[in-house]
């Protein structure tokens, strides 16, 4: 911690706990957690919610009188908890209801799910603190990054105590308000079309050509933070599942997919144009088995990568459980105490324990399975937390691989409980529900691990108070595990999640394509249906991807081929993938354009366009939810007027002009 910090810090004082920091915690993390809920489910990513967060905890602390440096830390640390936890909630919760454990999206399961993992994740990875952030310090970007956008609005604070000079907060709240406005009259009042799509029959219906595009300023901005390489990438999978899959496909099995609209087979040239958009609809769908295969193939691979990390990280949760002693440690250098960490580990294993034991309860060893999935349940939490924290510290939590870890205990266990349930004529009905209510808080504890960690690296950067910086971390678990059954109920209800909702069948839907997957996954393991023709191609796709990235490497190549990544843009529909290599573009050319500038103008330029981004994701997200509501409880929403096409594609253009010319000021 830097002298001038404590030494202002020291003057009186601050007090971490208070009324006005607990309450705006906990509006930012629902407001945090609705938005990457949202956004992930539309594109299978989520994005950190540190630094918007604490960009709106400072504009709003400003306003109040004695607020410090490390209030503010206390409160994005509930904010990003809760994006943390909704990206564990939305990978895999959408599988149950795909695989019809709840008709609907229930409440009170979702709750335990998400409260038991994420709560889990908290506790196994405390002990790591000292491990990784004191004793062999890892580098935890955004924790980093956080520190000094904090420390960056304490400087500013103490010249100026307008808030809107706080390091662009002006830049997020307007954007928020152009992204959220955008949404309004697009998909409110259906001003706007939410993309364009093109199929184009060529060489008299024997090549089948489409394009698309989706006017999103929230998938835009998620384009412009992940960044030109991996905006790149996924594009390069959309291109590999629509412009070539479905050429390809249709010229290969043309008179089966004719069969599929028609069974009367009719000539291509009395084809409507309706009918060429559901073949190529439907050609796409079955294409998406090759993002299956190479999302497979990846996720194994990314956890090959740390095969020694994964063995150094249990080493040092282990012994960190060992020596843990909080009594006698400085008081900005206190854990929660371990006793109280270790009780409270059976209160959360109960509630799950009542969740699956009506399925277990239908096989012969009721009381014998529920013991074996409990211990999985503890080990992989412990193992995979420990991995996760560790892997945080390494490459960050943007770059964390949850997905492949969640893959990883889809696999094992389900191998485990299809040898387990091999006799049992209910091994089909049930396995695969058993593996994804285990996967689901497994995949919560890894999010919230990586966040948990990157937080309290910030802190100890600033000098805080590390147990209660644990308590507002489980403060946002708990604000997110609440509110996330109510926007998952909501967007099913008004968009549909995975499939179409029972209001508008026919409209677009919220893909979660990391929930379908893992019920394709379970569900061809238990049923043995998987049709492995186009998985064993999409993880061919894989291998070659993996090998180019392996030369890329060794020439030490700026550009790398990351696996998952064309994976999930294979996976995602093109119109997608389409915007978000927009989105990446424009950060090429920013940062193309700032290049000859001073370190700080680069500096401040960068973090403008990254609040702008931030901004144009959470206006568009919330908007969304609202809507969703509005939908719900008071009345459907409009069909779009005739020319929306045409009014979207101007409207998303002026968005991206004006995230390229505000991004540029200073």
């Known amino acids: 911690m830097d002298n001038k910090y404590k030494t202002a810090l020291n003057i009186k004082p601050p007090s971490e706990f208070n009324f006005q920091t607990i309450t705006l915690a906990i509006i930012l993390a629902i407001i945090l957690t609705a938005a990457n809920a949202y956004i992930g489910l ?139 406005l955008f949404k309004l009259i697009g998909t409110g009042f259906g001003i706007f079309a939410s993309g364009s799509s093109w199929v184009v029959p060529a060489l008299s219906g024997k090549l089948l050509t489409n394009f698309s595009i989706q006017f999103s300023p929230a998938i835009l901005g998620v384009g412009y933070i992940v960044g030109f390489n991996i905006a790149a990438l996924v594009f390069i999978g959309g291109l590999i599942g629509s412009l070539i899959g479905i050429p390809l496909s249709w010229h290969l099995q043309t008179d089966f997919w004719l069969n599929q609209i028609a069974p009367s087979q009719p000539q291509l040239t009395q084809l409507q144009p309706q009918d060429w958009q559901q ?69 959360l294993v109960l509630p799950l324990i009542y969740l699956i034991y009506p399925l277990l309860n239908q096989t012969e060893h009721a009381l014998l399975y529920s013991v074996i999935w409990v211990g999985l349940l503890l080990i992989f939490a412990f193992v995979f937390s420990s991995v996760a924290a560790y892997m945080a510290g390494v490459v960050g939590s943007s770059n964390n691989p949850i997905s492949g870890v969640t893959i990883a205990t889809v696999l094992i266990s389900a191998l485990i409980w299809f040898y387990l349930l091999a006799d049992s004529p209910l091994s089909q009905q049930l396995g695969g529900l058993i593996v994804m209510f285990l996967a689901s808080v497994i995949c919560s504890a890894a999010a919230i691990s990586g966040d948990n960690l990157q937080d309290l690296k910030c802190g100890h950067i600033l000098g805080a108070s590390p147990w209660k910086q644990q308590v507002f971390q489980m403060l946002g678990v708990l604000v997110a595990a609440i509110v996330l059954p109510f926007i998952l109920i909501l967007l099913d209800n008004s968009y549909g999640i995975g499939r179409p909702s029972l209001a508008n069948p026919h409209g677009d839907f919220l893909a979660a394509p990391q929930a379908a997957l893992m019920q394709a996954l379970t569900t061809g393991i238990f049923e043995q249906s998987i049709d492995w023709l186009l998985i064993k191609l999409g993880a061919l796709i894989a291998i070659v991807i993996i090998v180019l990235d392996l030369i890329l490497k060794k020439i030490n190549s700026n550009f790398r081929l990351h696996v998952l990544a064309v994976a999930i843009g294979i996976y995602l529909p093109l119109a997608l993938a389409v915007s978000l290599f927009i989105g990446g573009l424009l950060k090429l050319w920013i940062d193309r354009k700032v290049r000859f500038k001073s370190d700080q103008e680069q500096a401040q330029q960068n973090q403008n366009a990254l609040l702008l981004a931030s901004g144009l994701i959470t206006g568009e997200a919330l908007m969304g939810v609202g809507l969703a509501v509005f939908a719900g409880f008071i009345m459907p929403l409009p069909k779009t007027i005739e020319f929306a096409e045409w009014t979207g594609l101007i409207a998303f253009f002026l968005v991206c002009l004006y995230l390229y010319k505000r991004s540029r000021d200073v």
């Open 279 to 347: 073949l190529s609809q439907l050609i796409w769908q079955d294409n998406r088995k090759l993002g299956v295969g190479a999302m497979l193939v990846g996720g194994i691979w990314s956890l090959v990568q740390i095969i020694k990390p994964v063995f150094y990280s249990l080493k040092m949760n282990l012994v960190s459980f060992k020596q843990f002693n909080a009594q006698n440690s400085p008081q900005n250098d206190k854990d929660l105490p371990l006793p109280i960490l270790l009780c409270a580990i059976p209160l």
């Open 42 to 180: 539309l594109v299978g990513m989520t994005v950190s919610a540190s630094i918007p967060a604490a960009a709106l905890s400072m504009a709003i602390m400003s306003w109040l009188k004695n607020s410090s440096i490390l209030q503010n830390n206390m409160v994005q640390t509930s904010a990003s908890a809760g994006e943390a936890l909704a990206a564990g909630v939305i990978f895999t919760v959408p599988a149950l209801v795909l695989m019809q454990a709840w008709q609907n999206y229930a409440f009170f399961p979702i709750l335990i799910l998400a409260l038991s993992g994420g709560l889990l994740g908290v506790i196994f990875t405390i002990p790591l603190r000292r491990a990784l952030i004191i004793d062999q310090p890892l580098a935890f970007p955004e924790g980093v990054a956080t520190s000094e956008v904090l420390k960056a609005g304490f400087e500013l604070s103490q010249q100026d105590n307008n808030p809107k000079s706080l390091l662009g907060v002006r830049h997020l709240l307007q954007a928020t308000g152009v992204s959220a």
